[in-house]
């Protein structure tokens, strides 16, 4: 099985920063894509920021400038830096690993953490 467990979220204001991490475990042969999604009470669950093992990089447009997403491939970690956070930006916060198992049949599947909470007070 292939676990992710995420960290780094809380309460903070308007115009301050977080950083969430979210570490990868388990009998993981290729790691192809890193990602992180959100999801707001009664909204759908939204891509953030996405990162492939080639390091091409996407941004909602919502987040652009202000966040930034790294991998350590070595780590099997992903990071989100996210700068001048706004109230509406208050969610669920989801990382997913594009992946694949170790194992003769094992195929290419999306792995997803718990979830942390991100709130940004006004």
């Known amino acids: 099985q292939v676990q992710l467990v995420e960290s780094g979220g809380g309460l903070v204001q308007a115009g301050g920063s977080l950083t969430l991490s979210c570490a990868a475990s388990g009998s993981i042969f290729a790691i192809y894509a890193m990602g992180w999604y959100r999801q707001a009470p009664g909204q759908q669950r939204d891509l953030v920021a996405r990162i492939t093992a080639s390091g091409t990089i996407a941004y909602a447009d919502s987040v652009k400038g202000r966040f930034t997403i790294s991998g350590d491939n070595a780590k099997n970690t992903t990071y989100l830096q996210m700068n001048s956070l706004k109230p509406e930006d208050t969610a669920v916060y989801y990382c997913?690993?594009?992946?694949?198992?170790?194992?003769?049949?094992?195929?290419?599947?999306?792995?997803w953490g718990q979830g942390t909470q991100v709130t940004v007070s006004s």
């Open positions: 997913v690993f594009t992946a694949k198992r170790r194992g003769l049949l094992a195929s290419v599947n999306d792995y």
